[in-house]
């Protein structure tokens, strides 16, 4: 998270061919932490999109026709309802992969970079062993208590609902069918339960259930998902999921570890690095898929990013207490009493309460990731009433303008597009409103546990619609996110993917619609360009036009005195 953009923008501009992948890496050596998250697509984008031009939208087709193909195998989900709005919302910023139609070379050598640049992550206590032995040492017995499997439990019956099969993992009921459980009916994610015997081979994608002696019903099924929140995305790799058959079971690969805690296997590549679609698409996922669990469950990462395990450590170390498995790396065969594979996802950056275990809510989920990242608790002021209240308390009876430390206001500018030209002018402008102003600039290099602490040292987060607007699960409750909306009728993709979930979370949410003239759009093209004159009309010729010049091309040139009566809002909000 953090400012969304890149350390040194003119290193790592758009690269083709051969000086790519030295500079890709490069780059990644510079890239820690949450600073840069999208940069690398955003890059690989700029870079296809000058090649392939308006081929892009072939891509697209090509690539939704190749998911259909896909799953005609067996049981096929619906196609997702490909509307506008959803496509849009895996473009917001780093979506931009869509618009290949295939993988790339240079994709590759990104890849290859990930793994080569960040491999040697100590931290990241990755058991690249191949054989399994390192994660027996920490295979601790499972020391489920009672309110742990009621846990299990629970979660168990939400993914069986209908099903009354008799499924703990301690009794296996002998002879009750008791296949995988693929289910693939959620139109946002398919997932797996496996109870009793279930073997991952990481080596070939596979997971194995094999049933015991005599269970009814075996009948070799065979599913194959995408282990991740978005099961049509077609750069999430597919894992096979097996029910073997009586004679199978006989000739079933040997385990070469056992564990007796849960795992889940889980896709980590995709539309990550961009800080919203990490947490959209993998952390707030995985929070509905394992936080009740308490730690007990291992993680097996298929296509794993080692800087993804380090940049969100602390929060994968605290929903599993065991060694991340590189499963594709993994040529063993482990044995488990239980594997899901697949993420559950709900919505866009959401939670739905009503499906989650514990009836967790986004509150829930920022509270949790403050906690982690050792903020305040969840009682304490905006950082503005805390210290004045403390100062009133210190100094009863003193004039209120000497009491008063300034509420602050972080102010992050984006680094390729959408960003505050008239930076210096706008940073001047919130001063005067009253502010102290924490400018963020793209090049600013935070770890994510300094750069949590600054934003809550902030009562208000301002930005241009952007990645960098994530850090508000950092923010205090009553806290501001103040939202810069760009030309192009961008009010609605501005709240379903921040604004909405800023008040799920109990922050205050403010937009600020830019006008026509504010936007770089107008200079470059003029007020009667349709680009100008009517979004609407561009939106209809498809998300491609739309997100080219409304979230690619266009920048903000804040009008100052049109803005001063948002701040004056926002002022009065943090101080009623
Ligand atoms: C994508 O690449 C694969 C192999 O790399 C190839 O088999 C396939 O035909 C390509 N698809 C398209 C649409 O180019
Ligand atoms: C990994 O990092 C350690 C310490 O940071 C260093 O000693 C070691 O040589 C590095 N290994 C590789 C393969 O780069
Ligand atoms: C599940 O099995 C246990 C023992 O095997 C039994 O006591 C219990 O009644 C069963 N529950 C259901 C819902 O079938
Ligand atoms: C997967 O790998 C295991 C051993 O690692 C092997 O026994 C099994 O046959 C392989 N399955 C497939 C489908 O290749
Ligand atoms: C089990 O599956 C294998 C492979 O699909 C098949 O050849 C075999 O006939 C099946 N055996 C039984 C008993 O169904
Ligand atoms: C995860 O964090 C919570 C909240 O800080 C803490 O209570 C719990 O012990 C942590 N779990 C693990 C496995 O670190
Ligand atoms: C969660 O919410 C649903 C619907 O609002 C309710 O039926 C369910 O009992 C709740 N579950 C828990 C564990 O509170
Ligand atoms: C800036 O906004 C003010 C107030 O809305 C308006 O009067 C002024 O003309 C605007 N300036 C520019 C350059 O558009």
Not at 130 to 149: F, H, I, Y
Not at 260 to 269: E, G, K, Q, Y
Not at 372 to 392: C, F, M, T
Not at 420 to 448: C, H, M, T, W, Y
Request: proline share 6%; net charge negative; with cysteine.
């Amino acid at each position: 998270m953090g400012a969304d953009s890149p350390p040194s923008s003119s290193s790592t501009a758009p690269v083709a061919g051969v000086g790519a992948k030295n500079t890709v890496k490069q780059y990644h050596r510079i890239v820690v932490g949450f600073l840069l998250g999208f940069f690398v697509v955003l890059v690989l984008y700029t870079t296809l999109s000058s090649q392939f031009g308006s081929r892009t939208a072939i891509g697209v087709l090509q690539s939704l026709s190749a998911v259909r193909t896909d799953q005609a195998t067996g049981a096929a989900p619906p196609l997702p309802s490909s509307n506008t709005p959803s496509n849009l919302a895996q473009e917001e910023d780093g979506g931009h992969k869509n618009d290949k139609p295939n993988k790339t070379e240079e994709e590759h050598i990104q890849d290859d970079a990930h793994r080569i640049g960040k491999n040697n992550q100590s931290e990241a206590k990755l058991d690249v062993n191949n054989n399994g032995q390192n994660a027996e040492k920490t295979g601790q017995p499972a020391a489920n208590d009672a309110s742990d499997r009621m846990e299990e439990e629970l979660i168990r019956q939400e993914i069986d609902q209908g099903s009354n099969k008799n499924d703990t993992i301690m009794e296996p009921a002998a002879t009750a069918p008791r296949k995988p459980i693929c289910d693939l009916s959620d139109p946002r994610y398919d997932i797996c339960e496996i109870s009793g015997d279930a073997r991952t081979m990481g080596a070939n994608r596979t997971v194995l259930y094999v049933p015991p002696v005599g269970e009814l019903g075996s009948d070799g099924q065979e599913w194959s998902i995408r282990d991740q929140s978005r099961k049509h995305l077609e750069f999430v790799n597919k894992v096979t999921v097996k029910s073997l058959n009586a004679s199978q079971s006989l000739a079933a690969p040997e385990c070469t570890s056992r564990h007796a805690v849960r795992a889940l296997v889980f896709a980590m590549n995709g539309l990550t690095s961009n800080p919203w679609h990490d947490f959209s698409d993998v952390l707030i996922p995985l929070f509905i898929t394992t936080r009740a669990l308490e730690g007990e469950v291992q993680f097996l990462v298929s296509d794993l990013q080692p800087w993804f395990v380090d940049k969100y450590r602390l929060v994968l170390k605290n929903l599993s207490r065991y060694d991340i498995i590189d499963f594709n790396q993994d040529g063993g065969v482990r044995c488990y009493p239980h594997v899901t594979v697949g993420l559950r996802s709900h919505r866009d950056l959401g939670i739905d309460p009503a499906r989650a275990p514990r009836n967790y809510t986004m509150l829930d989920f920022r509270l949790y990731i403050r906690e982690i990242y050792r903020l305040p608790s969840a009682g304490v002021s905006i950082p503005y009433k805390e210290a004045n209240s403390n100062a009133a308390a210190a100094a009863p009876g003193a004039p209120a303008e000497q009491l008063q430390r300034k509420p602050r206001l972080m102010l992050i500018n984006r680094g390729r597009t959408r960003k505050f030209v008239n930076f210096p002018e706008i940073v001047g402008a919130v001063q005067k409103a009253g502010f102290e102003v924490i400018p963020i600039e793209p090049r600013r290099d935070l770890s994510v546990e300094d750069f949590a602490r600054t934003v809550d040292s902030c009562d208000v987060l301002m930005g241009a619609h952007g990645a960098g607007l994530t850090n508000f699960f950092f923010l205090r409750t009553n806290a501001v996110m103040l939202q810069v909306v760009p030309w192009g009728h961008m009010e609605h993709p501005s709240m379903a993917f921040y604004g909405g979930p800023a008040k799920e979370m109990r922050l205050r949410d403010v937009e600020y619609s830019i006008a026509d003239v504010e936007s770089t759009l107008y200079d470059k093209y003029g007020k009667d360009n349709p680009v100008v004159s009517d979004p609407e009309s561009i939106h209809k010729q498809g998300w491609q036009l739309g997100m080219r010049y409304y979230w690619i091309e266009q920048d903000i040139r804040l009008n100052v005195t049109r803005f001063a009566p948002t701040l004056q809002k926002v002022l009065q909000m943090i101080r009623e």
